[in-house]
């Protein structure tokens, strides 16, 4: 039955799930599959379910920040038979060595989010996606002509604008990019017994004062949703 957030009825959700940030591209998400039809619309987050390449996906966005992907996730696994979420959506990049347009696959994702902290108080939690989804991921950017991938970890932060040296200090140790979904969308997984990944395209480079326009960020995202819906077609 519909949840506070999802007015979906049980089983109009397909065991797999893509998940942008924003509304509007879950809509044009929705128009690359195959007779997908609008299963909620609560507060204007618009979900659809169809298929892709005959296999039954569905879209539906997250919005911004961990604890909205929070709620929508933990409805989607709890309550709906959702079994595994792919956030496609852009980042940050922090590491000298990104470029605007390549494709990062969080393997990990740091956190100043408090809800980790609330979870699980003491422990110093480690956020990680699916071994075989990223595995997938990976391996589908490769086959993407033109495509730079880049697997490790990512820093998932609450503040979007921010000041101090911590993004340079979390580069000098590997971290890649910074966003601000994934750990709350990996915690969430866990805790559901589902299975999660993130695979965003770098859309700006911080600090650098280097972005993408609109046109690039969209012809862009396309090639980290076919590398998503590969990851999900792999068994």
């Not at 956020?127 to 075989?132: D, I, K, Q, R, T």
């Not at 970890?153 to 890649?176: I, K, M, N, Q, W």
């Not at 969209?218 to 998503?228: G, K, P, V």
């Amino acid at each position: 039955m519909p949840t506070p957030h999802i007015a979906a009825q049980p089983g109009d959700f397909a065991p797999d799930v893509l998940m942008p940030g924003d509304p509007l591209r879950a809509r044009r998400i929705a128009k690359v599959l195959t007779d997908a039809r609008l299963v909620t619309e609560v507060r204007g987050i618009a979900g659809f379910t169809g298929t892709f390449q005959g296999r039954p996906v569905s879209v539906l966005a997250s919005g911004m920040g961990v604890p909205s992907i929070s709620i929508y996730a933990t409805e989607l696994f709890r309550f709906y038979g959702v079994r595994r979420i792919v956030r496609v959506g852009t980042c940050g990049g922090i590491a000298p060595h990104l470029s605007l347009g390549d494709v990062v696959v969080a393997t990990a994702a740091h956190t100043d989010s408090a809800l980790t902290a609330t979870r699980l108080p003491g422990v110093h939690y480690s956020h990680a996606p699916s071994f075989a989804l990223a595995a997938a991921a990976v391996s589908a950017a490769r086959a993407e002509e033109g495509t730079t991938v880049h697997a490790g970890p990512v820093l998932t932060s609450d503040a979007f604008y921010s000041e101090g040296d911590l993004l340079g200090r979390l580069a000098a140790h590997g971290t890649l990019a910074v966003e601000m979904e994934a750990a709350g969308l990996y915690a969430t997984a866990d805790a559901e017994h589902g299975e999660a990944l993130a695979v965003m395209t770098v859309s700006d480079l911080v600090g650098q004062d280097v972005e993408m326009s609109a046109d690039e960020r969209e012809s862009t995202f396309e090639r980290a949703l076919r590398i998503a819906l590969a990851a999900l077609a792999h068994d």
